[in-house]
């Protein structure tokens, strides 16, 4: 389990994010749990499928997603050279958002895509005991890590 708290842009919504992983042949989340403060909502289901997304979204960049090139520029020029995380990787995810009706509009844009990544990265230093500095989190660069560390 690893934890990854942020507010976007320093001046709008506070998400706090939980992620249970599995290390084995590869890095797989099995549950995410977020926690949302944008002060007043006005539409409660609206922005629970934002940051369900958001979500999404940042766990295939955790995961899979890398731009590759050698001397001659990007190799990766189609979606089968690109990977995304498929619906089948795609973990359980619950989101509670904070009821706070007194408080203005904080404004949650991308309020997932940083917690994300670091409650993912932090869960997998509680698994294996290193710390990835660097994204995706395939199982080929956790290995390097694992190597580069004995």
């Known amino acids: 389990m690893g934890l990854g708290f942020g507010r976007y842009k320093n001046s709008a919504g506070y998400c706090a994010v939980a992620a249970l992983i599995r290390v084995d042949q590869n890095v797989t989340v099995e549950k995410v749990w977020a926690v949302v403060d944008v002060g007043l909502v006005v539409n409660p289901d609206g922005l629970i499928n934002q940051i369900e997304g958001g979500i999404v979204q940042s766990l295939s960049w955790t995961l899979k997603e890398q731009v590759k090139w050698d001397h001659d520029g990007i190799t990766s020029r189609t979606w089968e050279d690109y990977p995304i995380i498929?619906?089948?990787?795609?973990?359980?995810?619950?989101?509670?958002?904070?009821?706070?009706?007194?408080?203005?509009?904080?404004?949650?844009?991308?309020?997932?895509?940083?917690?994300?990544?670091?409650?993912?990265?932090?869960?997998?230093?509680?698994?294996?005991?290193?710390?990835?500095?660097?994204?995706?989190?395939?199982?080929?660069?956790?290995?390097?890590?694992?190597?580069?560390?004995?």
């Open 86 to 150: 498929p619906f089948s990787e795609i973990p359980a995810i619950e989101v509670h958002v904070m009821h706070r009706p007194d408080c203005q509009s904080l404004g949650s844009g991308e309020v997932a895509a940083g917690p994300v990544p670091a409650a993912v990265a932090n869960a997998l230093f509680r698994a294996i005991g290193i710390r990835a500095r660097h994204l995706p989190l395939t199982i080929e660069r956790v290995t390097q890590l694992v190597w580069d560390a004995q």
